[in-house]
């Protein structure tokens, strides 16, 4: 199961396509590489800000079993490089979690149920990754940047 951000900007990724399709392949992979970086990174300080990506705040722990709710930041291994991690695919780049961290992404993503050793648990939707208008704006900022770069040497 992989958790990646492609679904929600398909607006943005039309006029990336047209604007891309000129750089050479490259100055492609530099610029995916630079705007995957800066969207890792990014998405790394909202899971540790705890909020999902139109800014509303993750819901607490449940108590277990009468006792209090543990405290503490949720995920904090998960945001980390070597979890949260970009992929480069022959016309772009895939920011998020794969293999067994996207198996855990995905359940606290979509607010789905888990086998535990004990029991079943039900987790809370916890967005976890995403992109919003904030988060587009950079990565056209970033990308005329880099466009400029190529054009005055």
Excluded at 27 to 49: H, K, P, S, Y
Excluded at 54 to 73: H, V
Aim: hydrophobic share 35%.
């Amino acid at each position: 199961v992989i958790i990646t951000m492609e679904s929600n900007f398909e607006a943005l990724e039309r006029w990336i396509a047209v604007t891309v399709a000129r750089l050479s392949p490259a100055e492609q992979r530099q610029l995916f590489r630079r705007v995957g970086e800066d969207l890792r990174r990014i998405n790394a300080r909202r899971i540790g800000a705890q909020t999902a990506p139109d800014g509303s705040t993750w819901l607490e722990r449940k108590p277990q079993d009468g006792r209090r709710a543990r405290k503490g930041k949720m995920m904090l291994k998960l945001r980390q490089r070597g979890h949260l991690r970009q992929k480069f695919i022959g016309d772009g780049v895939r920011v998020g979690f794969f293999g067994r961290d996207g198996y855990l992404a995905n359940v606290h993503h979509y607010g789905k149920s888990q086998q535990l050793r004990y029991g079943i648990a039900q987790y809370p939707r916890r967005e976890l990754l995403g992109i919003n208008e904030a988060d587009q704006a950079m990565i056209r900022e970033s990308l005329l940047r880099h466009l400029n770069m190529i054009a005055t040497p």
